[in-house]
T-cell receptor
Framework: DAGVIQSPRHEVTEMGQEVTLRCKPI?????LFWYRQTMMRGLELLIY????????DSGMPEDRFSAKMPNASFSTLKIQPSEPRDSAVYFCASSLQPGQGTPYEQYFGPGTRLTVT | QKEVEQDPGPLSVPEGAIVSLNCTYSNSAFQYFMWYRQYSRKGPELLMYTYSSGNKEDGRFTAQVDKSSKYISLFIRDSQPSDSATYLCAMGAGGTSYGKLTFGQGTILTVHP
């Protein structure tokens, strides 16, 4: 398996622009997670899905952030409008259902490094 | 106060040293305890997993959980330069929130030859 695939790997944009990050989870995984990582705040969970349904979006910082999972093999995280404080590495991760594999083992993608100027 | 506290370091040790990494937490509902390792410019990968209290050993790595003190540790014996990475503790409560992990900030470790 190719693992979790994220695109783009790097994104540089200007303040106010819309940014869309994409993720393809590992085939057969039922959970999908979006995280944001910064030096100051560490790794923060933004939102996660189970079987394409959003379960917990309490980590989404504000209404400028939205996430969708239209099918089991694709998810997007959108920021509109973007701000300099959104600069961070955004990770997507996926995992199996309870009872399959190691509990809570999440497989992370390589991340998207976002810079908003 | 964060649910999970982890000293970000950085920690620098000579090759062969014993390394001790620690996290404290405040949420009594946490039952699943993990250590993830993250190399530079990569995503985290699961290193150790423990359910509830106790010890678990895997090669040079030992994970300990003390739920009464809300304290978890990771020990690395005979540390190698290849162990240089960021180590993140992570915790989950199970039940209806299964899947959701809360991570510590991560400790940056450098093992120098």
């Amino acid at each position: 398996d190719a693992g979790v695939i994220q695109s783009p790997r790097h994104e540089v944009t200007e303040m106010g622009q819309e940014v869309t990050l994409r993720c393809k989870p590992i085939s057969g995984h039922d959970y999908l997670f979006w995280y944001r990582q910064t030096m100051m705040r560490g790794l923060e969970l933004l939102i996660y899905f189970n079987n394409n349904v959003p379960i917990d979006d309490s980590g989404m910082p504000e209404d400028r952030f939205s996430a969708k999972m239209p099918n089991a093999s694709f998810s997007t995280l959108k920021i509109q409008p973007s701000e300099p404080r959104d600069s961070a590495v955004y990770f997507c991760a996926s995992s199996l259902q309870p009872g399959q594999g190691t509990p809570y083992e999440q497989y992370f993608g390589p991340g998207t490094r976002l810079t908003v100027t | 106060q964060k649910e999970v506290e982890q000293d970000p370091g950085p920690l620098s040790v000579p090759e062969g040293a014993i390394v001790s990494l620690n996290c404290t937490y405040s949420n009594s509902a946490f039952q699943y305890f993990m250590w993830y390792r993250q190399y530079s410019r990569k995503g985290p990968e699961l290193l150790m997993y423990t359910y509830s209290s106790g010890n678990k050993e895997d090669g040079r790595f030992t994970a300990q959980v003390d739920k009464s003190s809300k304290y978890i540790s990771l020990f690395i014996r005979d540390s190698q330069p290849s162990d240089s990475a960021t180590y993140l503790c992570a915790m989950g409560a199970g039940g209806t929130s299964y899947g959701k992990l809360t991570f510590g900030q991560g400790t940056i470790l450098t093992v120098h030859p």
